[in-house]
């Protein structure tokens, strides 16, 4: 049987604080008094400004809210930076018991020898839950509000139960991308009707559905029924993506992963029928996918957004991803003037980056109606940042300030849907000991099953 615990405290656990209590039964939270980036151009940004959230939405983000303390629950946001939840557009979330296991791997032969041959076979539907568990727990401390779970572990239905489970009781946001699985037991990818029926038969929830494919006509055709949007992978083919279009297959909503070595022809076909780019540069420069694309999208009107991919390798928080992007674009064009290049691309800025990570995630995960900006009638996806610590005090420019100068220390609270998730450093409600040690227990199972080890000093 797959777990449901590890998300109740234990008997003897500290009690939760009389402020967070009062936040956990008002349906009405005012956070006062914090510097606000709605990112939302029409809302605008504010040096001081407060987030009026009212039954899990935003229904006001300006200066100046008023609101007794008997009619709404008021949160002390002073010497913190809002904004709205980072979204990860590209995570294999079961392989949260695998991190770290590949410091220094690549993806030909190591990721796809030992993760995709060896250990993804080994998972049992506890290790999935497990692994999804950790992930997303993980994430959201992080300050990650919502994510892509490009599920590769769908050996069973039973497997494809704990992933959504695990993803449904960790509180995280996020649009499950049903994909393949391995065995003869595998249902992939017809099955997901009967998950589309038993777990999506409501928009007004934190999950939706999504159909991971490859190139594939057939697996497309499953999407196109289903009504579905498709997630690939996408690199180095850029004529199996012309022959899709050729064909009628791609449709507005679509993500695309990665997008590597693409042609001109293939990049138009992604903007022209209404595609959403995912990059992940830290994988593809450190792993050999091949070079970023972050220019190519740019040059082609696509605004991108960006995913961790796996913790395999690399860690999943937003502020390494956003930095990685800030100083590889850069770092391209000024290579392209001291080479004496005209009409040069402008640099990216720092507000530019925090929007990759927020509402151009929230466009690709086709949640951009719901979450992306502190948008007043948009759920309340609210990361509070601790601006008030040595590592960059004092405060002289908040987008530059999130982008180039915090780290996951810096996440205090997180709400998801008005609901408080992460409270003044810790996560709420989550018996953190019992999680870590089933995920402890996963791992050694699977390592156990596939005969992999790792060499923890190497």
């Known amino acids: 049987m797959v777990p449901h615990g590890g998300l109740a405290q234990d008997a003897g656990a500290t009690q939760p604080d009389a402020e967070l209590t009062r936040l956990q039964r008002q349906h009405r939270i005012l956070l006062k008094g914090g510097v606000v980036l709605t990112l939302d151009r029409q809302v605008g940004d504010f040096a001081q400004a407060d987030v009026l959230i009212e039954d899990g939405k935003i229904s006001a983000a300006k200066p100046n809210i008023e609101a007794s303390a008997e009619a709404a629950a008021i949160v002390d946001a002073a010497n913190h930076i809002l904004i709205p939840g980072f979204v990860d557009t590209h995570s294999h979330s079961y392989q949260g018991i695998l991190r770290g296991i590949m410091t220094n791997g690549i993806l030909d032969p190591d990721y796809n020898r030992d993760v995709q041959t060896r250990l993804t076979p080994a998972f049992q539907p506890a290790d999935v839950y497990a692994?999804?568990?950790?992930?997303?727990?993980?994430?959201?401390?992080?300050?990650?509000?919502?994510?892509?779970?490009?599920?590769?572990i769908n050996h069973t239905p039973e497997h494809s139960d704990a992933c959504i489970r695990a993803l449904q009781d960790s509180g995280i946001r996020a649009l499950y991308a049903y994909s393949r699985g391995l065995g003869p037991t595998a249902q992939y990818p017809q099955d997901i009707l009967r998950l589309q029926r038993t777990y999506f038969s409501t928009k007004d929830q934190l999950l939706t559905l999504a159909l991971g494919v490859g190139l594939d006509a057939k697996a497309f055709r499953v999407a196109r029924d289903a009504g579905v949007p498709a997630v690939l992978h996408m690199r180095n083919d850029s004529e199996g993506l012309l022959a899709l279009g050729r064909a009628g297959l791609l449709l507005p909503g679509d993500e695309y992963i990665h997008c590597t070595n693409l042609s001109s022809d293939a990049w138009q076909l992604i903007g022209n029928t209404g595609g959403r780019v995912s990059l992940c540069p830290q994988i593809e420069?450190?792993?050999?996918?091949?070079?970023?694309?972050?220019?190519?999208?740019?040059?082609?009107?696509?605004?991108p957004s960006l995913s961790s991919d796996h913790s395999v390798t690399i860690a999943p928080d937003f502020f390494t991803v956003m930095r990685a992007v800030f100083t590889f674009q850069r770092m391209q064009i000024f290579a392209r003037a001291r080479s004496g290049a005209q009409r040069l691309p402008p640099l990216l800025t720092c507000r530019e980056v925090l929007e990759f990570a927020t509402i151009e995630g929230a466009r690709c995960a086709s949640l951009d109606g719901?979450?992306?900006?502190?948008?007043p009638g948009k759920e309340a996806d609210i990361v509070m940042l601790r601006a008030d610590r040595l590592n960059l005090w004092p405060l002289n420019n908040a987008p530059g300030t999130v982008v180039n100068l915090?780290?996951?220390?810096?996440?205090?609270?997180?709400?998801?849907?008005?609901?408080?998730?992460?409270?003044?450093?810790?996560?709420?409600?989550?018996?953190?000991?019992?999680?870590?040690?089933?995920?402890?227990?996963?791992?050694?199972a699977v390592m156990r099953r596939a005969g992999f080890s790792v060499n923890f000093l190497a």
């Open 370 to 375: 719901k979450i992306g900006t502190l948008t």
């Open 285 to 303: 420069m450190s792993m050999g996918h091949g070079m970023p694309a972050v220019q190519d999208a740019l040059d082609h009107g696509l605004r």
């Open 131 to 152: 692994g999804v568990l950790m992930t997303a727990l993980g994430l959201i401390d992080l300050g990650t509000t919502a994510i892509v779970d490009v599920s590769q």
């Open 406 to 444: 915090m780290n996951p220390g810096n996440v205090d609270t997180v709400f998801i849907a008005g609901k408080v998730r992460k409270w003044r450093g810790s996560l709420v409600g989550v018996d953190a000991p019992r999680v870590m040690r089933e995920a402890e227990q996963a791992r050694d």
